[in-house]
Nanobody, 123 residues
Framework: QVQLVESGGGLVQAGDSLRLSCAAS????????MGWFRQAPGKEREFVAA???????DYADAVKGRFTISRDNAKNTLYLEINSLKPEDTAVYYC?????????????????WGQGTQVTVSS
């Protein structure tokens, strides 16, 4: 079993930056593909970014160029750097892990999920 705990969310203003972290425990995630998703009120959970164990990345079009996903395998931690925040980025952000190496944009493709961290962007 893998436990994931997100942190780093908060209330920020448009244009600000945030760095979200996702600490994994229970197993090393070195060989796991990892992802970030978000869910805004009244909307379905949506893909944000993913990263393979070797560092290949994929981003949703809405965040490409503003968000950066990274991982520190030595610390068993996943990160999401968010720049130029917009009000439409307001959501609960979740990290997820899958034991199969390929990354995926599908929520069903991930086995383990964190509890989420709230990001609220004021205009």
């Amino acid at each position: 079993q893998v436990q994931l705990v997100e942190s780093g969310g908060g209330l920020v203003q448009a244009g600000d930056s945030l760095r979200l972290s996702c600490a994994a425990s229970g197993r090393t995630i070195n060989s796991y593909a990892m992802g970030w998703f978000r869910q805004a009120p009244g909307k379905e959970r949506e893909f944000v970014a993913a990263i393979t164990y070797s560092g290949n990345t994929d981003y949703a079009d809405a965040v490409k160029g503003r968000f950066t996903i990274s991982r520190d395998n030595a610390k068993n931690t996943l990160y999401l750097e968010i720049n130029s925040l917009k009000p439409e980025d307001t959501a609960v952000y979740y990290c997820a892990a899958r034991s199969a190496p390929p990354m995926t944009r599908r929520t069903a493709g991930y086995t383990y999920w964190g509890q989420g961290t709230q990001v609220t962007v004021s205009s």
